[in-house]
């Protein structure tokens, strides 16, 4: 998969989807105008084992959010709207990925090939399944409330059970997981400490939690004889929201991000400090582009998902 090519420089960073942005029909605009995309989605499908295409144009809803199709879904639709975003032929200041979304920001920063990329997420998606029994587990994007005291929360609530501070995703958003009861604890608690509501995302397993040790330790075996190459631009990684260039530091960062928090706050932070002044977010949904816009409110923000959006991103950018 050929990725963006440089020919001006801008204060653009592109930024990319994860677990949660999926919707029944996601990529099927872009595929049908642009026809060079449904290669992608046929190249995924021989990867897989099944045609990836329908999954994610027609569903089921059901099996789209089960994590293990979930995962390749976001990836191949996250591609193909940066494959349909490339002509406009721009660098990156850097690119991040929320959670799942680092490996498709990894493949537009061309430090892993588009099928390697699909191959793994597939491995991912199913070793995160399998590491937590299926209604064991549970999460809740918490609103209100300071880092500082979520970990609290999630401390007082850790004598019931595992439960995490998952994703610090904006001011007064941190998603928590772990196993139910303790998770159903971390939520009383959070709301006797002035949490304004806790909302279940879609996501079918607790990822960014101790409890991913065991997924995280069987895909360091698959992320071993990946052949990576240097990055083309900076990634800023989830785990510590630092600036990744050297193959060499890629897959134990990836390793390290299934059992860790995702800093996605710290991560946008880290981008504009960078020199990113326009974030481009290129997949489905526009859930990043929303917490951008809590995390630097003088950043502009723009999103590729459809043919609309793509006219909308390419006029504003040639601007």
């Not at 677990?19 to 029944?24: L, N, P, R």
């Not at 996250?78 to 990894?106: I, N």
């Not at 958003?173 to 139910?180: F, S």
């Not at 800093?263 to 990113?276: F, H, I, R």
Request: include cysteine; charge should be neutral.
């Amino acid at each position: 998969m050929t990725t963006l090519q440089s020919t001006r420089s801008s204060g653009i960073g592109l930024v990319f989807p994860g677990q949660g942005s999926q919707s029944v029909g996601m990529g099927r605009a872009l595929a049908e105008a642009y026809p060079s995309i449904k290669g992608l989605y046929e190249e995924a499908s021989s990867v897989l084992g099944y045609d990836i295409a329908t999954l994610c144009f027609n569903g089921p809803a059901e099996q789209l959010n089960l994590t293990e199709y979930t995962q390749p879904a976001l990836l191949v639709s996250s591609l193909a709207a940066l494959h349909a975003l490339q002509p406009l032929g721009f660098t990156p200041v850097a690119v991040a990925g929320h959670s799942l979304g680092e490996y498709s920001a990894l493949v537009a920063a061309e430090g892993m090939t588009y099928p390697h990329a699909v191959a793994i997420v597939q491995k991912r998606g199913r070793y995160m399944a399998e590491a937590v029994s299926p209604g064991t587990g549970l999460v809740a994007a918490l609103l209100g409330l300071t880092g500082d005291v979520v970990k609290e929360v999630c401390r007082d609530a850790s004598s019931v059970g595992v439960v995490a501070a998952a994703n610090f995703n904006s001011p007064g958003q941190i998603v928590i997981a772990g196993e139910k009861a303790a998770v159903e604890r971390a939520i009383e608690l959070a709301k006797a400490r002035g949490c304004k509501k806790a909302i279940p995302p879609p996501v079918s397993v607790p990822v960014h939690t101790p409890l991913m040790q065991k997924a995280a330790d069987r895909l360091a075996g698959d992320l071993a004889v990946v052949t990576w190459s240097d990055l083309k631009m900076p990634l800023i990684n989830n785990a510590e929201a630092r600036a990744i260039t050297k193959a060499s530091d890629i897959q134990a960062s990836l390793v390290r991000q299934l059992p860790s928090s995702v800093l996605w706050e710290d991560s946008v932070k880290a981008m504009a400090a960078m020199g990113v002044t326009t974030f481009v977010e290129v997949g489905p949904g526009t859930v990043l582009s929303g917490l951008i816009k809590r995390i630097v409110p003088g950043a502009a923000t723009m999103n590729v998902n459809d043919p609309q959006s793509l006219e909308a991103t390419r006029a504003a950018l040639s601007a």
